[in-house]
């Protein structure tokens, strides 16, 4: 995921600098044991060359601070050095002032009656608005941290959230919860820096190679919220949200190949507990994104339907169907249009002008009628036929699909969107080899249809292989399809209706010529028939 100046990279290990504090002992308040747990366990995370990479020497670790200057010293002097990423995350006890309602971090002994022997988090925030660092990540785990959230108000310019005027590429700061929460210190970590580290080990399906921030928060919020537990918050300025954090882990373990079409160990009607379920199956990755797949890939593999639009409607084998974008991540509403640069939204695009079907997933949260009672059902292939803007009632404009259930839904038959097409795409950039046409719908979003030479299957038995396809405008497709043209093996092509030679074939990749000789054999016809 990239930020509008382009940064997705993962933290400079040379530039970049953390601080993790956490204060699990305390002389007046309750031990947080869980405490400790986190602070070795993020440090080793962050010092793994196969997540993030950084330095030992430049990944402070301060537990159990005394004073305020054990807090914040560490903190003024990472922030001095930092010129890429500072990351700065507390847990502990988070107490509310009495009086002015700010928030302040507990250190080993502060006292509730003493609000003086609490460390303010102004002061933090104050040495992060005055670091070099282009990027800035604070991460509070304590109860009331969303109260913080209220120093970003919309009141302020984004160039004083976290940083003073500061050329920032963004800042960004998650907090785990707005209540005055348990920690659940009973478990091995607190329940917002456990999920936290669980997608740190276990990555993310179907997000890219590397996750920012937002990727990480989106599932770590949705597991916490599945847990009824409270609902962490995040706030952004410049893009913060896209700033890139640990490699995906499960990325680098496993295939994570885009799967169009149906899969062969899912029967549509099949019914899971969770999102994890689904995403474990194969029949939609990502744990929280709704749309899966992307314009580069081949279009949108999947979709979750579960009432997460008011200007949804699904009426069972007819889904009109909302896009993605414009969204509050901490309230859900509409904040701004929805535009097709997101991904999801061109996918859907993809899929449709190349009419590619799409699994469909319903969460229990959807249409009474067609959605399970409980967890998702797995509910087969629809193909998206129409794409169109609708301006909402409070005048945001989103983007909204008519999807419509096919038939094929019958295991390994319809698997069009393959390795194959997308090599194919990329090497003749979306341009046709007939005619040099390179087909784009609205959006920019770039298209062209795979045709194999020799068709696949019975009774053709053609393989499949980029040495058996063309890459083809649609209108090229079908007439190469339906024999009016033929290629001889020198690559002329021939328009059969009139005998006429349109040109040269473009060739970027290797055809195998007996193919060509095939689809001449079975659609050659004699000029002196007549026409039907």
């Known amino acids: 995921m990239e930020n509008r100046d382009g940064a997705s990279q993962l933290p400079d290990p040379k530039t970049s600098r953390v601080v993790l504090i956490g204060v699990s002992s305390y002389d007046h308040l309750e031990d947080l044991p869980a405490v400790e747990n986190n602070l070795k366990t993020l440090s080793e995370i962050l010092q793994d060359k196969r997540i993030c990479g950084l330095a030992p020497e430049d990944c402070t670790v301060v537990h159990n601070p005394l004073t305020a200057e054990d807090m914040l010293d560490p903190i003024k002097e990472a922030a001095a050095e930092a010129t890429d990423v500072l990351l700065v995350y507390f847990a502990g006890h988070g107490i509310l002032h009495s009086t002015s309602g700010t928030l302040h971090l507990a250190r080993s002994g502060t006292d509730r009656n003493r609000m003086y022997t609490a460390v303010d988090y102004d002061h933090v925030r104050q040495e992060l608005r005055h670091s070099r660092a282009a990027r800035i990540i604070a991460i509070l785990d304590c109860c009331h941290s969303g109260q913080a959230l209220n120093s970003m108000g919309s009141s302020d310019t984004p160039s004083s959230l976290l940083a003073d005027g500061a050329a920032l590429t963004g800042t960004c700061l998650l907090a785990s919860s707005s209540e005055n929460a348990a920690s659940n210190a009973g478990g091995t970590y607190t329940a917002f820096t456990g999920q936290l580290i669980d997608v740190a080990r276990k990555g993310i399906p179907g997000c ?38 640990f490699r995906n882990q499960h990325s680098s373990r496993g295939p994570g190949e885009p799967a169009y079409g149906p899969l062969r160990d899912a029967r549509p009607s099949s019914w899971f507990p969770d999102r994890r379920a689904v995403s474990s199956a194969g029949i939609h990755r990502p744990l929280q994104a709704g749309i899966c797949g992307t314009v580069a890939n081949g279009g949108a593999e999947s979709i979750v339907v579960s009432g997460g639009y008011e200007d949804d409607r699904d009426f069972g084998d007819v889904i009109v169907y909302t896009g993605h974008g414009g969204r509050d991540p901490n309230t859900g509403e509409q904040i701004k249009d929805q535009v097709l640069k997101d991904s999801g939204n061109a996918a859907l695009v993809k899929s449709m002008v190349v009419d590619m079907p ?175």
Not at 209 to 231: K, Y
Request: hydrophobic content about 35%; proline content about 4%; charged content about 25%.
């Open 358 to 532: 799409i699994r469909v997933v319903r969460g229990a949260a959807g249409s009474s009628k067609y959605s399970p009672k409980t967890g998702y059902s797995y509910d087969g292939l629809f193909r998206v036929t129409d794409a169109w803007i609708k301006v909402r009632e409070d005048g945001f404009k989103v983007w909204q699909y008519l999807l419509k259930k096919t038939v094929d839904d019958v295991a390994g038959e319809v698997l069009v969107a393959d390795s194959n097409s997308r090599e194919l795409q990329k090497i003749y950039d979306c341009s046709c080899q007939i005619c040099g046409q390179q087909m784009l719908a609205f959006g920019h979003v770039k298209f062209a249809m795979i045709q194999y030479i020799r068709p696949l299957g019975f009774p053709h038995d053609g393989l499949e292989g980029i040495e058996n396809a063309l890459c083809l405008c649609s209108n090229h497709r079908d007439l190469f399809r339906y024999g009016t043209l033929i290629i001889e093996d020198d690559f002329t092509v021939v328009d059969q209706i009139d005998g006429e030679e349109l040109g040269v074939l473009t060739v970027k990749h290797e055809i195998n010529v007996s193919n060509l000789q095939y689809h001449r054999e079975r659609y050659q016809v004699q000029h002196d028939e007549p026409p039907l």
């Open 208 to 245: 890219p190679a590397v996750l920012s921030v937002d990727d990480i928060f989106l599932v770590v919020r949705e597991a916490l919220q599945d847990e009824g537990l409270p609902i962490p918050q995040r706030r952004e300025s410049d893009h913060g949200g896209s700033i890139a954090l």
